[in-house]
């Protein structure tokens, strides 16, 4: 199995746009000529649209884009800006004299990273999709993830800078990688191991607090609630509905390695899947490809993130250490 860039995976294109002011922005991925697609969705507050579509029971079984955002429910805005580039392109789903583009999307929590009445919206949206002609990726505090953020139980305060990362892999023909912006209100670690990378520091006494204890030790008490990991997985491995439904599934494994706590009620993690059909796969394999690149992707998001908003990051932090 060798690495490989998320861009190298073909038939979709990537773009984001975002609003550094405004801390907020949006990633898209594209597939013009339709994905089989699905969804799994772990958290207990999610902020999506066309969800229900993707229920294998349901007629749709091919979408034309997944749009990841910020803004919470007012980011759900920016998918109309993807669609009406999409309906330019000719691309959705024919109704005889109409075409109608099939967009999934999930936004994240970031009000409050920066001006508070900025958020992504159509226009938005239609920069984002114009920009994945190039399909050109960059990690870190753009996209989706520009306002991202980890580690908030005590406050936007004692919270560290996070972003969008990304993370691909290919054994022979077959191809699995996984974009995910990283929007916790837990730690983020190495994945199956105790190497905590990012969660809720405190600048004044550079102090760390493991999220999972503080829960337990303050049992009771009002703490700060504003997450969510959203994502995708993208593939050209040749899967039906139900098992790109089950490949979602496993995926959300990738969090679980890395983030502690995860899915809680406060939540809104979701993971959509998409996929070209070309290759023939078995899906225990492209599952454990996939949880892999969720993983790697969420340790791209932190490590590629830099200090923004007042807020530490994991880069920075490196940087202090090595001063």
């Not at 060798?2 to 550094?20: D, H, L, R, T, V």
């Not at 303050?218 to 993208?234: D, S």
Request: charged share 20%; with cysteine; net charge negative.
């Amino acid at each position: 199995m060798k690495s490989i860039g998320i861009n190298e995976i073909e038939g979709f294109q990537i773009g984001q746009a975002q609003n550094e002011n405004g801390g907020t922005g949006v990633t898209c991925i594209l597939c013009l000529d339709g994905a089989t697609g699905a969804v799994d969705v772990r958290g207990g507050g999610p902020a999506t649209r066309e969800t229900d579509l993707l229920d294998p029971k349901n007629m749709v079984q091919q979408i034309n884009a997944v749009v990841l955002s910020g803004g919470s429910a007012f980011g759900l805005e920016s998918s109309s800006g993807v669609m009406q580039y999409l309906k330019e392109k000719g691309a959705g789903f024919g109704l005889k004299e109409f075409c109608v583009p099939i967009v999934c999307q999930a936004s994240l929590f970031d009000l409050g990273c920066g001006e508070a009445d900025v958020f992504p919206d159509k226009a938005m949206g239609y920069e984002a999709a114009c920009n994945s002609e190039d399909n050109e990726w960059i990690s870190g505090c753009y996209g989706a993830g520009t306002g991202a953020s980890v580690g908030k139980m005590l406050g936007f305060d004692k919270a560290m800078k996070s972003g969008i990362g990304s993370a691909a892999y290919q054994i022979g023909p077959l191809k699995v990688g996984a974009i995910v912006a990283v929007n916790a209100c837990g730690d983020v670690f190495e994945p199956d191991s105790q190497n905590r990378l990012a969660g809720i520091y405190d600048k004044e006494t550079k102090t760390a607090y493991n999220t999972e204890d503080l829960i337990l030790q303050l049992a009771g008490q009002q703490l700060e609630r504003m997450n969510t990991t959203i994502g995708c997985v993208l593939t050209n491995a040749d899967l039906d509905q139900a098992q790109l439904t089950k490949l979602a599934g496993m995926a959300q494994n990738g969090l679980a390695r890395t983030i502690r706590p995860v899915h809680t009620p406060n939540d809104g993690d979701t993971l959509f899947a998409m996929t070209t059909n070309e290759v023939p796969a078995d899906l225990t394999l492209v599952s454990v490809m996939a949880v892999k690149a969720v993983s790697q992707a969420i340790v791209d998001a932190i490590k590629s993130a830099k200090a923004s908003y007042g807020l530490e990051s994991w880069s920075s932090l490196q940087e202090e250490k090595q001063a």
